[in-house]
């Protein structure tokens, strides 16, 4: 099975180092700091069989042909971004698959934040490798698709199933939680949540991955019912 731990790089991003339990075959994803990265590679024995991308963000894959150079990986990510990727070795798209080790992921388009932004899903370990779509309490900006498409991307996601580790790009949960709080004041299960996120904040810890069970109770941008709202959810958090 799938484990995934997060390698925080830059400012607030995380990377994702996963190993296949059975074989040790290794993947980073979304490499977008050299040294980080490499330290986190090394610790776990040296190995990088792989790097996947989410999207094409250079906040998501500036490390990425380098650390290609340094360990001999080969680098998965969108077809329909290749022209905005470093130079993919396997390219894929809805449907596909790739395999790491004994286990498998399969690929889900999930435009909204980016067209071309993809997740990869380990069923053998509940891991989603989720990028700038899903966040903890919150969901990607709007930059290049529209609130239809993002829609349709959670949903996606939302159906993955309540024992989900949701593996995002970015720890910018205690924030989201201040907007989900202004936006959803009533939701018992979010004030809780909100709660545990403020102390694992303030003890230094991250707030990743999260469940998704605790998304789909806590998360207003997950639970927005329809287009409208989420839109509306949307435009407001570019603001608040
Ligand atoms: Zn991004
Ligand atoms: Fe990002």
Redesign the pocket.
Known sequence: MITAQLVPILSD?YAWLLRCSSTGATAIVDPAEVAPVAAAIDAAGGRLDMILLTHH?G??IAGTDDIRARYGAKVVGARADAHRLPKLDVAVSEGDTVTLGASTASVIDTPGHTRGHISYHFADGNVLLCG?TLFSLGCGRLLEGNAAEMFASLAKLARLGPETLVCC??EYTESNARFALHADPGNAALVAYAGKVKAWRAEGKPSLPSLMADELAANPFLRAPDVATLADLRGRKDTF
């Open positions: 991003n963000h906040d998501h700038d790009g970015h």
